[in-house]
């Protein structure tokens, strides 16, 4: 037996008493905790934890600090870059039993939430206040997972991403201790922004478990639309236009040919077979109406046509449930394939050079790779399609994938709008921070000495 056995047995003797069936080490656990969505192979750990409480969480961490044991926090499980997996072993700490909604503070527009509590169930508990939560990465994700991957989506060019909801949170740091950082107040200049800087740490600082979230009033009109064009340029050059021209748009998507082609064969829907805008805008009846028209005078600008607008609940909700099923649909498109999963953002000015020259790399590729994203901050993905028991059709989707990050860097942009580092973006992370990635590193250090939580991920190695 090796020393790290011994440790992880150690550990599991001594949370044993803690958790009672809380803690499992059944094969079937450990398989569904070593999964991820995109291309990353099992990965199994060594032990699943349900915490149920703050304290659960603060004693598990001492217990496995104690012992030298890796601990990776998990929330559905729906990240694309391989965030949850334990690539050194050690326990998975699950917080789907920690998904109660705390306390709805209407008058302040805000909430505090346990962080196994996804983003659907949290507007379902808001419907009867006139708020909601908007920020919607499509996955019904865990709120503790989206503000560590911060996280953003759909709604994003209108109401922002994680960074900007999130007011405050508890963290249980590496060696047990809980913190609180951020207060209720809407501005604060006191000190460092601790929130800041757990949101979007990716489980490598601490293991948040409790949020304060910002809400917003339900807009007293919705309007959503969808438009066809001949082209990939035009329809980039649309978004362009409408962004300059600032209309406050609440979303705006983009999907290309082969996406809408992949989801008319998933959902039996019609559409033609050419990229296409949705669109969707908030406000009051007045001002969706106006804007909508406008829009609409931009894109057929543009040469676009089907322009289809509708009001009732029923066809926006079919619209973006399209859209977030649309991975599920390129999927399903080629049997039996497992999807490595692009995502880079640049400035608006340099989108359309962006998509374009990614679409023409991903036609000499011979792999598919439909093309969808959130175009109206910039940020799109292609959905490059492997089968995974080809070596060769890896490296190409890698060297696709590589090629993407280096053209984003180049034309100002990230290797990542949304999705994270994780494991799939920590090679492009010193090119793209320089020294700052090792001062990132330096910061993990300073917080957790003895690397155990979610170790292998994000921070330069060894960080």
Not at 79 to 95: I, P, W
Not at 264 to 277: E, I, R, S, T
Not at 326 to 355: E, K
Request: hydrophobic residues 45%.
């Amino acid at each position: 037996m090796t020393k790290t056995e011994a440790q992880v047995e150690a550990a599991i003797a001594a949370l044993g008493p803690l958790l009672g069936q809380r803690l499992s080490l059944s094969k079937s656990d450990l398989a569904q905790h070593g999964r991820s969505e995109s291309y990353f192979p099992l990965t199994l750990p060594d032990a699943v934890a349900w915490p149920e409480t703050t304290t659960e969480v603060a004693r598990i961490v001492a217990i496995c600090a104690q012992h030298a044991v890796p601990v990776v926090a998990w929330g559905t499980g729906t990240s694309l870059e391989g965030h949850a997996l334990a690539v050194r072993g050690g326990l998975v700490v699950d917080f789907s039993r920690m998904n109660r909604v705390l306390e709805i503070r209407p008058e302040d527009m805000d909430v505090t939430v346990q962080p196994g509590l996804t983003r659907e169930a949290l507007n379902e508990e808001l419907r009867a206040t006139g708020l909601f939560f908007p920020v919607d990465p499509g996955a019904n994700a865990a709120l503790g997972g989206m503000a560590a991957t911060r996280a953003s989506g759909t709604t994003t060019v209108r109401y922002g991403t994680m960074r900007d909801n999130v007011l405050a949170l508890e963290v249980v740091l590496a060696d047990g201790r809980v913190i609180r950082t951020g207060t209720r107040a809407r501005k604060s200049a006191a000190g460092f922004d601790l929130t800041g800087l757990m949101v979007g740490s990716e489980g490598t600082l601490g293991l948040i478990t409790e949020l304060t979230l910002r809400l917003h009033g339900q807009p007293e009109a919705i309007s959503a639309g969808v438009c066809a064009f001949a082209d990939m340029g035009s329809a980039v050059a649309a978004v362009t236009d409408t962004i300059q021209m600032g209309l406050p748009m609440a979303r705006i998507e983009f999907v290309d040919a082969a996406t809408a082609a992949a989801v008319n064969a998933y959902a039996g829907m019609g559409f033609p077979l050419v990229p296409h805008l949705l669109v969707e805008f908030h406000g009051s009846e007045a001002a969706v109406a106006e804007h909508a028209a406008a829009f609409g005078e931009i894109v057929a600008d543009h040469g676009a046509t089907g322009f289809d607008w509708s009001v009732r609940a029923e066809d926006r909700k079919a619209l973006w449930t399209m859209r977030h099923n649309a991975y599920y649909a390129i999927l399903a498109s080629r049997r039996g394939a497992r999807a490595l999963v692009t995502d880079i953002c640049v400035p608006i000015s340099r989108l359309a050079q962006a998509v374009e020259e990614t679409q023409a790399d991903i036609a000499t590729s011979g792999l598919p790779g439909p093309i969808l994203g959130h175009v109206g901050d910039g940020n799109f993905h292609a959905i490059l399609l492997i089968d995974e028991t080809r070596p060769d059709e890896i490296e190409v989707a890698k060297a696709l994938s590589r090629r993407m990050v280096e053209r984003a860097l180049a034309l100002g942009g990230t290797s990542t709008g949304e999705h994270g580092v994780g494991l799939g973006k920590r090679d492009f992370m010193a090119a793209e921070h320089g020294e700052g990635w090792a001062v990132m590193g330096e910061i993990k250090r300073a917080l957790d000495p003895a690397n155990i939580l979610n170790p292998g991920k994000l921070v330069p190695p060894g960080g």
